[in-house]
C-alpha cells in the first residue's frame, strides 16, 4: 500500500500530508458525476421521447433563467455560511430532488398525460442543481489548498469527473441493456450519489480544516442584489476579474460557433446517416474520455507547475487559434460541400476540433480558469464565480446563439455551408486571438492579485477607500468633525485639511485656534495653517493667537510659523518676546526677528542669544546651542567647542549639530570628528555626520558607514545608504568585500545589495547564490534543532528562551535566502516584505500565497528549494533528514544524542548565555573563560533588589 | 536576578511573546525586581495603574471589593503578572492585589516602558502584534 501511495505521490507530485484531502474530495466528485452521467442520459431521453425535441431550446432558456436567479442567491449565502456546508446543502437537496422526482415518475407511470410535465420538471432541476454543484464544488475544493498546493493536486482531483462519467456511462447501458430496465425507473441513483457524495463531505468536514477561508468579521448582512452589485463593482475595480469576465465572453463565443461548425456542418456531410453518426460519437466518446483522462492527470498539472497559472492560461486559446487556422486553411481551399474535400481529412480535423472544443476546455481550461481564483480574496470567491456564471456566462450564449440563429436563417444549402465551413472557423480564430491578448494582462493582474494579497489589510482597505471617494459630502463630513467635542475627532480633521491643503477651512481652523484651550488641538491648528497656501486670512488669525496667546508653549509655535511670513511687519509686536522668561518663547522671538528682512538690529539679537547661552543652566542649553546654530554665522563655532565635551549627552548632541550647521560647506577638515560621531549612543548625532559627510571626501574606511547600515533605526539606515550612493564609486570595493562576509546581518546585507547588486559580475552572483544555498542549508538545520528541541521536556527554565533564539536563527536565514531572491529576480523591497511576512506567518493560507508570488517571481533554483521544503509537513526529525538529503545531496548529521553539541557550535550570545547558565544549574559552576562582554553581563551583572518591607 | 533570568521571566509574559531576544534584553533593562513583604497591598480597586507586576517568588492574592468586604477572586502565583495593560494606559485597577507571603516581583513602570518603545519601535510594534493576537482569539471565543 506504501508502495503504491510512493509511486502515485511520485506520478502526480502529491505529498503524503495532502493524500485524504486530495482522495476524499476525488471521490466526492467520482460519486458526483457517477449519477449525473446517469441523471443527463435518462434526462434528455426522457424529455426528447415524451415532450419532443422543440421542447429543449425552452428546457435550455429554463435552466439558464434557474441558474441566474440560483447564482444571486448562492451568491448572497456564500458569504454567510462555510462553503463545505453549501455544498452539503446542494448534494441533500439534489438527493432530496432526485427521490421526490423518481416517486413522481412512479405515480406518472399510471397517469402518463398529467405527469408529463415532470420530464421537462426533472431535466431543468438536474441541470440547475448539477451547474451550481460545479461552480461551488471548485470553490471548496480550492480552500482546503495553498494556493502552490492546489496547481499541483487539481489535475488529479478533476479526473474524478471522467472517471465518474465513465462509470457511470457504462453503468447505465448494462443496466438498460443487458438488464433491461426502463430508464425512468433508475433517477434513485442520482439520490443515492448524491447522499455518498453528501457523507464523503460530512467526512472531509469533520476530519480536515480549510486552510484559505473568509473570516467571520467579513461576512457580509447584504440582500442577494446587493451581493451582486457589490461583486459588480468588485469586478470593475479588480483588473484580474474584467479580464476573467472578457476571456469568458470571447471564449463561449469562439466555443458554440467551432462546436456549430463540426455538429452541423462537418459530421453530418461524413455521416448522413442518423445510426452511424450516433456509433461514431460512442466510439468518440470512449477515445476522448481516455483522452483527457490522460491529458487530466499526467499534463494539466505539470505545465501549470512548469510555466506558473498566469503564462498556462494561454494555453487554450493558443490551442484553439491554431485549431481554427488549420480548419480555415483547410475549407478556405476545399470547401466542405465541395467535391475537392477529403473525407477523411475532413474527419481528423473535426474530431480534432471537437477534442479541443469539449475535452481539452474541461481538462485545461476550466481548471486553470479556477486557478486564477488564487489571486482573489476567498471571501469574494462566491460572488464572482456567480457573477461570472450567473451573468457573463449566459450573456455570452445569448450572443453566440442569436449570432447562430442569424447563421441558420442563411439557409441550409451547399453554397451557404460552403461559406460557413471556412467563415466560422475564421470568426473562431478572431476571438481565440482576442483570448490570447486577454490572457496576457490576465497573466500580470494575476500575478499583482497574488502579491496583493499578501497584504489583506491593505487590499480591503483600499477598496473601502474607494468607496470612500465617491462620497461627495467630504466637506460637510469635515466641518462636523472639526466640531465634534471629541478630540480625536477634532485632530484627525485637521489632519484631512492639512494633507488635502483645503484651503476653505482657513476661517475655521483659525477661529478653533483662537477659541480651544487644548494645547494640542493649538498645535494642529497652527500645523494646518502653516500647510495651507498663504494668505491674509491666515496672517491675520495668527497675528490675533500672537496677541492674545498666553500659553509659552504655544507661543513659539505661532512664532515659527509666523517668521514663514517675510512680508508681513510685526517686529515691534515681537519684540516685546525678547524680555519673555520662557527660553523657548525667547529664543523663538530671537530668530524671527533676526530672520526678518526688514528688522535691522541683528547684531543685538545675536549678542542677546550668546549672552544667555553663557549664564544658562544645562537644561536650556541645546535650545540656545540650536538657536545660535540658526544663525549661520560660522565665527560662532568657536563658541561651541566647550560644549562639544559636556558631560550631558543632550548637551553635546546639540553642540554637534550646532557645530556641523555652523560650519556647513567647509566640514572636510573636520571629518575624523564626523566619523567619531558615528559612534555615538544619539540617533541625531549619527544623522547629522552622515549627513555632514555628503559633503566631504570620500572616506578611506567605510566601515563604520555600512556598520550603521544594520541600525534599528530606519533614518540612520537611510542616510548611511544615500552617503554610500553618493560615494559608490569610492566604497564599491568595501561593499562587495562585505557583501560576502558571513558576519552581516539580513538586513546589512540587504541594503547593500541594493547598492551594487547591479555591478556584480555573474561569478559573485553565482557565489551570491552559493551563500543563499548555504543559508537555506543553515535553516533547514536549525528547524531541525528546533523540533528536537521542542521535543524534549521543558524540564529547565531556559527553555523556552533557547526555542525562541532558534527560531530568529533560522528566520535570519530565511531571510538571506529572500534577500538573494529578491535582487536574483529584480523584485522590490514590497516583495521582500510581503515574501517573509507570508512565509514567517503562523497561517498556511499565507504561507501559501508567499509561496505562489515567489514561484511567478522568475529565479528558479533557489525558488524550487524553498518550495520543496515548505510544501512538507515536517513534524519529526526523520521527515527534517529526508529533506535535508533531497536537498543537499548529504545526510543530516543532527539527531537527539548530539543536538546540544550543535547548540554549542553556534555563534549566538544569547544562546551561549542560555547555555552556560544550562550548565551552571547542572554542575554549580559558571565558566566564562571564553566568553565575550556582552555574555557576561547576560549572566553576571546584577542589580540590587528593591526591598518595600514594613 | 541577572538579566538573562529577566529575559526568562519576561518571555513568559503573553505580552512580550512577540519580541524577539534582543528586544526582550532591552526590555529586560527597565524592569526592576522589588521585594515585599507579607500582607502588603500592591494596590487597590481603583488606583490608577502604571506598573506591570511579574510574580517571581510567592503568591498575590487578587481580592475583589463587595458589600464592603473583600471577596477573594483568584490567587496568582509564579511566572502570572497583574496589570499588563497599564503599561498603555492608565486606567483604573479593577481589584485589590496583596501579597500572601513574601513576594518578589519584576516590576515595569508604564513611563520607563513609552521611552523604550519610543526608542526601538520594534518593541511597540512587537507589543502591538501580542496585543492584536490577544485580540482576534477574543474574537474568535465570541
Known amino acids: 500500500m506504501l508502495m503504491i501511495r510512493k509511486i502515485l505521490s511520485t506520478l502526480f507530485s502529491i505529498k503524503n500530508n495532502e493524500w485524504e484531502r486530495v482522495l476524499y474530495f476525488f471521490l466526492v466528485l467520482l460519486v458526483f458525476f457517477f449519477g449525473a452521467s446517469f441523471a443527463r442520459s435518462i434526462g434528455i431521453t426522457l424529455l426528447v421521447e415524451n415532450l419532443g425535441g422543440d421542447k429543449l431550446p425552452i428546457a435550455f432558456i429554463c435552466i439558464d433563467l434557474a441558474v441566474m436567479i440560483g447564482s444571486i442567491v448562492y451568491a448572497h449565502y456564500t458569504k454567510r455560511v462555510s462553503g463545505i456546508a453549501i455544498l452539503g446543502f446542494l448534494l441533500l437537496s439534489t438527493t432530496v430532488f432526485a427521490l421526490g422526482t423518481q416517486g413522481l415518475f412512479i405515480i406518472g407511470y399510471h397517469y402518463p398525460e398529467l405527469f408529463r410535465w415532470v420530464y421537462g420538471f426533472f431535466f431543468v432541476g438536474f441541470f440547475f442543481f448539477y451547474i451550481l454543484f460545479s461552480i461551488h464544488v471548485n470553490s471548496v475544493v480550492a480552500s482546503y489548498f495553498t494556493a502552490v498546493q492546489i496547481k499541483r493536486v487539481t489535475g488529479f482531483i478533476n479526473t474524478g469527473i471522467p472517471i465518474g462519467g465513465v462509470l457511470g456511462g457504462s453503468s447505465l447501458v448494462i443496466l438498460l441493456n443487458v438488464f433491461g430496465l426502463e430508464p425512468k425507473i433508475l433517477v434513485w441513483v442520482l439520490g443515492g450519489t448524491c447522499l455518498c457524495a453528501f457523507w464523503l463531505v460530512r467526512r472531509i468536514d469533520t476530519r480536515v480544516s480549510p486552510i484559505r477561508t473568509s473570516y467571520p468579521e467579513y461576512r457580509s448582512n447584504k440582500t442577494p442584489f446587493q451581493e451582486l452589485s457589490h461583486a459588480f463593482k468588485y469586478i470593475l475595480s479588480s483588473r484580474l476579474m474584467i479580464f476573467m469576465s472578457l476571456g469568458l465572453i470571447v471564449f463561449v463565443v469562439g466555443n458554440k460557433l467551432l462546436e456549430y461548425h463540426y455538429q452541423v456542418i462537418v459530421y453530418p456531410q461524413i455521416f448522413p446517416e442518423s445510426t452511424k453518426r450516433a456509433t461514431f460519437f460512442a466510439t468518440y466518446e470512449i477515445f476522448a474520455n481516455l483522452g483527457w483522462l490522460f491529458v487530466q492527470l499526467f499534463l494539466t498539472s505539470r505545465f501549470i507547475n512548469s510555466l506558473g497559472v498566469g503564462a498556462s492560461n494561454l494555453v487554450y486559446p493558443a490551442l484553439s487559434a491554431t485549431v481554427a487556422l488549420v480548419l480555415f486553411s483547410y475549407f478556405f481551399w476545399y470547401p466542405s460541400q465541395s467535391s475537392t474535400a477529403d473525407g477523411f481529412v475532413m474527419l481528423g480535423l473535426a474530431v480534432v476540433s471537437q477534442f479541443i472544443n469539449q475535452e481539452m476546455r474541461i481538462a485545461v481550461r476550466t481548471p486553470l480558469n479556477n486557478l486564477l481564483f488564487n489571486a482573489i480574496p476567498p471571501n469574494q470567491w462566491g460572488t464572482n464565480r456567480a457573477f461570472l456564471n450567473g451573468i457573463a456566462y449566459p450573456l455570452a450564449t445569448y450572443i453566440a446563439g442569436t449570432f447562430l440563429i442569424l447563421i441558420s436563417g442563411m439557409g441550409t444549402d451547399s453554397a451557404t455551408l460552403a461559406l460557413l465551413s471556412y467563415l466560422l472557423p475564421l470568426i473562431v480564430f478572431i476571438t481565440s486571438v482576442l483570448g490570447i491578448i486577454i490572457a496576457l494582462p490576465q497573466w500580470s493582474a494575476y500575478d499583482a492579485g497574488v502579491f496583493g494579497l499578501l497584504n489583506r489589510e491593505l487590499f480591503d482597505r483600499r477598496l473601502d477607500i474607494n468607496a470612500a471617494n465617491n462620497s461627495s459630502n467630504l466637506k460637510q463630513v469635515l466641518q462636523e468633525k472639526l466640531n465634534s467635542t471629541d478630540y480625536y475627532q477634532v485632530v484627525a480633521a485637521l489632519e484631512m485639511i492639512r494633507l488635502l491643503r483645503l484651503n476653505f477651512f482657513a476661517n475655521q481652523v483659525g477661529n478653533l485656534l483662537l477659541q480651544t484651550k487644548t494645547f494640542a488641538i493649538k498645535e494642529h491648528c497652527l500645523n494646518t495653517l502653516a500647510a495651507l497656501p498663504q494668505s491674509p486670512i491666515n496672517i491675520s488669525y495668527l497675528t490675533e493667537a500672537l496677541e492674545t496667546e498666553k500659553n509659552p508653549d504655544v507661543l513659539p509655535l505661532i512664532l515659527r510659523n509666523l517668521a514663514n511670513f517675510k512680508s508681513t511687519h510685526l517686529n515691534t509686536t515681537v519684540e516685546k518676546f525678547l524680555n519673555h522668561p520662557v527660553p523657548a518663547v525667547f529664543v523663538s522671538a530671537c530668530l524671527y526677528l533676526y530672520k526678518h528682512p526688514h528688522y535691522v538690529p541683528k547684531k543685538e539679537i545675536e549678542k542677546r542669544l550668546l549672552a544667555r547661552l553663557m549664564t544658562s543652566s544645562s537644561a536650556n542649553l541645546p535650545l540656545y546651542l540650536q538657536a545660535l546654530s540658526e544663525l549661520r554665522q560660522p565665527h560662532h563655532s568657536e563658541t561651541i567647542l566647550p560644549f562639544l565635551d559636556d558631560d550631558l549627552l543632550e548637551v553635546r548632541v546639540a553642540a554637534f549639530i550646532a557645530y556641523v550647521h555652523l560650519l556647513e560647506g567647509r566640514l572636510n577638515p573636520y571629518k575624523s570628528r564626523l566619523i567619531d560621531a558615528l559612534n555615538s549612543s544619539s540617533k541625531e548625532m549619527k544623522v547629522t555626520a552622515l549627513r555632514a559627510l555628503k559633503e566631504c571626501q570620500p572616506l578611506e574606511d567605510w566601515t563604520p558607514v555600512i556598520r550603521l547600515l544594520g541600525a534599528r533605526d530606519r533614518v540612520i539606515v537611510n542616510e548611511s545608504k544615500e552617503l554610500l550612493r553618493l560615494n559608490l564609486y569610492a566604497c564599491r570595493n568595501a561593499l562587495i568585500s562585505q557583501v560576502f562576509s558571513g558576519t552581516l546581518t539580513v538586513q546589512q546585507r540587504f541594503e547593500i545589495l541594493s547598492l551594487i547588486y547591479p555591478k556584480l559580475n555573474e561569478l559573485q552572483r553565482r557565489h551570491l547564490q552559493e551563500i543563499a544555498d548555504t543559508a537555506l542549508k543553515n535553516f533547514v538545520q536549525m528547524n531541525s534543532l528546533l523540533n528536537i528541541h521542542q521535543a524534549m521536556p521543558d524540564s529547565n527554565k531556559v527553555h523556552g528562551l533557547i526555542a525562541k533564539v532558534l527560531q530568529e536563527i533560522a528566520e535570519s536565514h530565511l531571510l538571506t535566502v529572500i534577500t538573494v531572491i529578491t535582487y536574483t529576480a529584480d523584485q522590490s523591497v514590497e516583495f521582500f516584505q510581503r515574501v517573509s511576512r507570508g512565509l514567517l506567518s503562523l497561517s498556511r493560507a499565507n504561507q501559501g500565497n508567499a509561496l505562489e508570488v515567489l514561484s511567478n517571481a522568475g529565479e528558479k533554483y533557489l525558488v524550487g528549494r524553498v518550495l520543496k521544503y515548505f510544501e512538507e509537513r515536517l513534524v519529526d526529525i526523520e521527515g527534517f533528514s529526508h529533506i535535508y538529503t533531497l536537498l543537499f545531496a548529504e545526510s543530516l548529521d543532527i539527531n537527539a544524542s548530539n543536538y546540544e553539541a550543535h547548540l554549542w557550535k553556534l555563534e549566538h550570545d544569547m544562546l551561549r548565555a542560555c547555555l552556560l547558565y544550562l550548565e551552571k544549574e547542572r554542575t554549580g559552576s559558571l565558566k566564562l573563560e571564553h566568553s565575550n562582554r556582552k555574555i557576561c553581563v547576560l549572566l553576571t551583572e546584577k542589580r540590587p533588589i528593591t526591598q518595600h518591607y514594613a | ?142
Open chain 2, 1 to 142: 536576578m541577572i538579566p538573562l533570568e529577566k529575559i526568562i521571566v519576561l518571555n513568559r509574559v503573553p505580552l512580550f511573546s512577540a519580541l524577539k531576544t534582543e528586544d526582550l534584553h532591552m526590555v529586560s533593562t527597565i524592569a526592576s525586581e522589588e521585594a515585599y513583604a507579607d500582607g502588603h497591598t500592591l494596590f487597590y480597586e481603583g488606583d490608577i495603574g502604571d506598573r506591570l507586576f511579574i510574580v517571581v517568588a510567592g503568591e498575590v492574592l487578587i481580592l475583589k471589593n463587595q458589600d464592603n468586604s473583600e471577596k477573594p477572586l483568584a490567587t496568582l502565583k509564579e511566572n502570572d503578572f497583574l496589570g499588563e495593560l497599564s503599561l498603555f494606559d492608565a486606567e483604573t485597577r479593577t481589584a485589590t492585589a496583596r501579597c500572601q507571603g513574601e513576594c518578589v516581583f519584576l516590576v515595569i513602570e508604564r513611563n520607563d516602558m513609552e521611552q523604550l518603545a519610543h526608542e526601538y519601535p520594534a518593541i511597540a510594534l512587537g507589543l502591538i502584534k501580542a496585543l492584536i493576537r490577544r485580540m482576534r482569539a477574543m474574537i474568535s471565543q465570541k
